[in-house]
């Protein structure tokens, strides 16, 4: 019961630590697939953009099915499933950390350093330990980590379900996961089997056909898909935890901690291979569609696993029962964590209730739009919008719940998933640019060419468009609201 209680006091204090965000970043390619499920009305344009991840995954219709069962509404649905995604974070977190350490210090040491670094990025993957928002990567970390501190005790017909669990959430992630999980139970002395299963239960939906011609400047714009386009800080993430893990092989055959020693081995060829296998696919222009694999992404789970073992050992040799210790070392540690969520999203509240309105002008915005637009209208906007300053990379399908015409952000991550896209995504994308310098007649041209009904325009918009049939019923101090005709 104390731990129940303690992790429950970490999730309530990881929540403030690091915010809840449930419209931004990738929260735009998954949403609307739940809420195209909900109500298949939505969305009736353009919708490929995150049905292909809708498709592919069993998170949309977990979440759409919870909704109906439930009857509780979505937005309180999203912030309860994230909740319990860092419940079970922490919980999976103690159970490994149970595996490596006896020491209950230890244990919770570890606990309350992943509480702190959720958000910490993980070198050049465009990725966190834990996002702000729910997602399938949190249900898929979770997962993870249950996992492996099952195949560390030898129940692998459990981990085995973990593993299936996180591969129909998030396949991708999910398979990082399965490899490093059969890679320890590999370096086990028996070789058991079970393991293995979820490796060909694994449901990729991944294709390998030629790309369209498009989709070389799509994979161009994602920078992180290439290592030799990595900076220099982003390098010192992927090398360094193979210099840590190494240390950590010698350290705990020292100190006869032999699941540590055993995880650490697995490390380094894991690691080593993820990278060699992403400099291969990033370099030859004939495995340009392959570089979606992204095979640095398995640093996820090495991040995770050494931010349990450093906890773990902090807590042991540094720490140990000295109050004053944990507060010198992770109040500071929390707080800079806290300030960094607040510089990331500047104009957002730092908790966004679901009861709560949006403070954000965008956001006003894409409530307004939700609330007073046709189902079926589809919007042009910025196809830069999420990385404009004060937008917060709010996303307009999942705030506004309308259609629109593919954006250069997360649009562009659709498409380099999933290549067949990626001729549309380009022929969209160039229709709307050079964005800012659009006037009347681009308006008009892409009502024409696509159907665009309502445009979304940066303040002060055009200073003619009273004069050439652009109606504003909404503006507020960042973006005007406009219909076309």
Request: proline residues 7%.
């Amino acid at each position: 019961m104390k731990r129940v209680v303690g992790l429950l006091a970490l999730t309530a204090i990881a929540l403030l630590i690091h915010g809840y965000h449930p419209y931004a970043e990738d929260a735009e390619i998954y949403l609307p697939g739940v809420l195209k499920i909900l109500d298949p009305g939505l969305f009736p344009l353009n919708a490929s953009f995150f049905a292909e991840h809708a498709g592919h995954t069993l998170y949309p219709y977990l979440l759409a099915e919870f909704v109906r069962l439930s009857h509780i509404s979505l937005p309180w649905t999203m912030l309860l499933w994230q909740l319990a995604s860092l419940f079970l974070l922490l919980l999976g977190t103690f159970r490994l950390a149970a595996s490596f350490f006896e020491s209950t210090v230890a244990r919770w040491a570890a606990v309350v350093l992943m509480a702190c670094l959720l958000t910490l990025p993980i070198a050049g993957t465009a990725l966190y330990v834990f996002d702000q928002y729910l997602n399938p990567r949190n249900l898929a970390a979770f997962a993870a980590m249950f996992a492996l501190a099952d195949v560390l005790r030898h129940r692998f017909v459990i981990a085995t379900l973990w593993l299936i669990f996180a591969a129909a959430v998030h396949p991708l992630m999910a398979s990082f996961a399965i490899a490093f999980c059969v890679w320890v139970a590999v370096l086990e002395p028996h070789r058991p089997r079970t393991t293995s299963l979820a490796a060909a239960l694994l449901p990729f939906g991944l294709t390998f056909d030629p790309p369209p011609s498009a989709y070389h400047e799509v994979a161009l714009r994602q920078r992180y898909f290439y290592l030799q386009r990595w900076e220099w800080y982003e390098w010192l993430g992927l090398i360094g935890p193979i210099i840590l893990f190494w240390w950590l092989r010698r350290f705990a055959r020292k100190r006869h901690l032999a699941n540590v020693e055993l995880v650490s081995r697995a490390m380094v060829p894991f690691i080593s291979i993820g990278a060699i296998a992403a400099l291969v696919l990033s370099i030859p222009p004939r495995f340009e569609a392959l570089a979606r694999l992204e095979p640095l992404r398995c640093l996820d789970i090495v991040y995770m696993v050494l931010i349990v073992i450093g906890g773990g050992l902090l807590g042991e040799h540094l720490l140990k029962n000295r109050a004053w210790r944990w507060l010198l070392l992770f109040v500071p540690l929390a707080a800079g964590m806290h300030v960094a969520q607040h510089q990331l999203f500047p104009a957002s509240a730092h908790i966004e209730w679901p009861w709560a309105a949006p403070r954000n002008p965008w956001a006003q915005a894409f409530d307004w739009i939700r609330g007073n637009t046709p189902r079926d209208a589809l919007f042009a906007l910025n196809p830069d919008h999420m990385s404009l300053a004060g937008e917060d990379e709010n996303g307009f399908r999942a705030r506004a719940q309308r259609s629109m015409l593919a954006d250069a952000v997360k649009d562009k991550g659709a498409a380099s998933m999933f290549p067949p896209l990626s001729a549309s995504w380009l022929e969209q994308v160039k229709a709307q640019s050079p964005w800012k310098s659009l006037q009347y007649d681009d308006f008009e041209r892409l009502h024409q060419q696509y159907g665009v009904t309502w445009i979304v325009i940066e303040q002060p918009g055009l200073p003619t468009m009273g004069l050439f049939g652009l109606f504003c019923p909404y503006q507020n101090s960042a973006v005007r609201v406009c219909r076309i005709g």
